[in-house]
């Protein structure tokens, strides 16, 4: 087993504690790749730590962790800890905990997971929301989205989680506090991979709080690209309305989905297309990025803003509308746009999307009936489901059976130009 590099770096941390013991937020993990992953927490007050690491083959056999590192405390007035641990094995399953030491008192977290990079043809599974936000009162409805999303990942992992925008309901301290407070089981059962939303207002506490894949834009992570396996998944920032950032992202876009991945996916915050009563569509983005996307051949394009559920099929494309995350519903218009399949309002919800050979495997996964006043759960409701071969499949021919084809009609014409009786 190859030995992990760190290194460690302070991220900041806005508003005050509001976890129990030394763990404001976290641990958990961001910007995963073949050989390394970002682990980041929170404490107060800013202390030294061991992130301990092992192969979740190894930890379920032998319940031990196989790598230990150091990592010193922060030497700011910052105290959060951001480790990039690099060198581990690719495809590979990985489990982790931090502990802390808080004067006589020894604090250790629960067990984070996360996977690195599959080899092509390996399935992909990973969930997706949008519009977390934030409830003032009653139930609080983004826990039990996230736990929604932790329990199904326990059945069968996820490679990472995606969130397409509008985290929280502005990008202050209590906000934050309030938001990882809720979706900490979530964050621990795979890595977090976001995109900014309007109510982000591109501020520095996002970009502080979350591990981004490689990209570009402001911190080289405003938009960015995962490339993971048969999987391509590119984040953009359409909150971003200069023209120059608009061109270059549009140029990113098209580079990133030119690859040879079989499955190509899109993920940010403003609709598309949507039958939303109070946003609907009316972007621009199905000219500024749908060109882009029936051209290098993207499967499924993750949207939010719009606080409700819809399927729309455009030129093979299908655009989904997430922003069921825990924000209230809101209601869709009497009208569907063009192409809408499926449209449901009244829900918090969580896509489930699994990839494999043969195509792409989508559940809508229902976790409560809700409205401004009522919050209602509703476990092992499906609100759509769905599957899309994959087109490079159903196609072509598959080359053996060319063959075959080939030799039969190359015995056939030389049987005819013998001209045996």
Known sequence: MRRPLITALLILCVGGSAAAGPFDRGPYSGAPDSDAVTICWTGSPPMPGTLEIGSATEYTERARFNQILEVPAPTSDRNGTEVRVTDLEPATSYVYRVIVQSGSETYTSPIGRFRTQPTAGDPVRFAVLADTQQQWEGENRLAAVG????????????????????????PAGTYWDYWFDSFDAMLLAAPFLPVLGNHEKNSRSYYDAFPHPPGAGQNDERWWALHWGDVAVVGLDTSATRADRIIEQQAYAEKELSGPERHK?????????????YHGSGY?????????????GVDVVLNGHAHNYERIARDGITYLVLGGGGAVPRELATERVDGSIVAVEGRNFYARIATTRKGIAVDIVAVARADETSFTLTPGELLDSFVLPCASDESRTPWAALVVVAALVGILLWILLRGDP
Do not use: C, M, Q
């Open 284 to 296: 621009g983005y199905e000219k500024i990025y749908h060109p882009i996307f029936v051209r290098t």
């Open 147 to 170: 736990d929604a999303i932790a329990t199904d990942s326990d059945a069968a992992p996820f490679d990472f989680v995606l969130h397409a925008g509008d985290l929280v309901e502005s």
């Open 265 to 277: 996916f899109v993920i940010f915050h403003h609709p598309v297309f949507s039958s939303d009563a």
